[in-house]
C-alpha cells in the first residue's frame, strides 16, 4: 500500500481535486475511454449478476459512474451517492441523468468521506443495498488509520446485502504481459504466492484490501489496464 500520509487529516473533505479521484480521474477516464473498454465489460457483468432485493442503494465512490452502467442504476427507485469528489455529481448527471430520469429513479449526493457518513445514511434505509465503486482499494491515501476502517467495515454492513470492486493489487509492468492477463473467478483469496504462481513476479503494491471479502465467499479478479504502464487487479464481491 502508499505509504499513509501521517498529516493526513481526520476526515479529508470533499474537493475539486483530490489524490484519489476529481477533474483528474474524470480527464483520465474519458482520456483512456477505450483502454478501460475489457474492464468496463467485466464490471458490467459482475453487477449483472449482483442481485439485491431491494429498491434502495447507496453506492460509495461512484465519481461519475464512468465505470457503471445505466442499466444496473436504474433498477433501484433510489440511490443515495457517497463522494468526496465536489465535479462528480455534475459528471454523473452527464453520464447518466437522461436514463434515471426516464426510470423516475430519485437520487441524493451526499458530499463527504464515507467512514463518517455510511453507518447514519444505512441505519435509516433498513435493508438498503451497499456499493463501493472502486474506492476501498484508495481508502489509504485519504485516511491514515485505512487499516482499522476497512477491518471494521464487514461488520459494520451487517443486515445489508453489499458488494464492491476494489483495487486488490498493483504494478508497473509491460504492456505485452498485461495483455495476457484474463478475469478469472475463484474462493481462493489471491495473495502474493498466487500472483508468484501465476508468473507474476516483480514489486506488486497491496492495496490492503484482502480482508474485506470473508473466506469461501466467490470472487472475480479482474484486469484493469489503466494506463500504458500501470496495471491493476480488481478484487469484485458480494456479501449477503
Ligand atoms: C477510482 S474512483 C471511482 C471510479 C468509479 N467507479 C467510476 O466508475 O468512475 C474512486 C472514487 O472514490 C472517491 N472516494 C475516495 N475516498 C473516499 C471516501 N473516503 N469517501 C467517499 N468517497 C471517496 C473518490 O473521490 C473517487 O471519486
Known sequence: ???????QPED??????????GLRWHARALMHW???????????????????????VVLVGPSAG????????????????????????????????????????????????FTTHL?????????????????????GLERADYESQLAALPQSLSGHPWASFHDRFSAVIDQSRMQALSAFSTDQPLDARALQNLGLTGQWTDHGTGQLLMPGVTRRYIPWQITSRRFHWVEAGSVG
Open 1 to 7: 500500500m502508499t505509504t499513509p500520509n501521517p498529516n
Open 119 to 139: 453507518k447514519t445514511v444505512i441505519e435509516a434505509q433498513p435493508g438498503c443495498a451497499v456499493l463501493f465503486c472502486n474506492v476501498l482499494g484508495q481508502l
Open 66 to 113: 464512468w465505470s457503471l452502467p445505466s442499466t444496473f442504476l436504474s433498477r433501484f427507485s433510489r440511490l443515495t451517492f457517497i463522494e468526496l469528489d465536489r465535479a462528480a455529481p455534475l459528471f454523473f448527471r452527464l453520464r447518466h441523468g437522461r436514463a434515471l430520469r426516464a426510470a423516475k429513479c430519485s437520487t441524493r449526493w451526499i458530499l463527504g468521506d
Open 12 to 21: 479529508p473533505t470533499p474537493a475539486y481535486f483530490r489524490e484519489t479521484g
Open 34 to 56: 477505450r483502454l478501460h473498454e475489457p474492464f468496463r465489460r467485466e464490471v458490467h457483468e459482475f453487477l449483472g449478476q449482483w442481485q439485491p432485493r431491494t429498491a434502495d
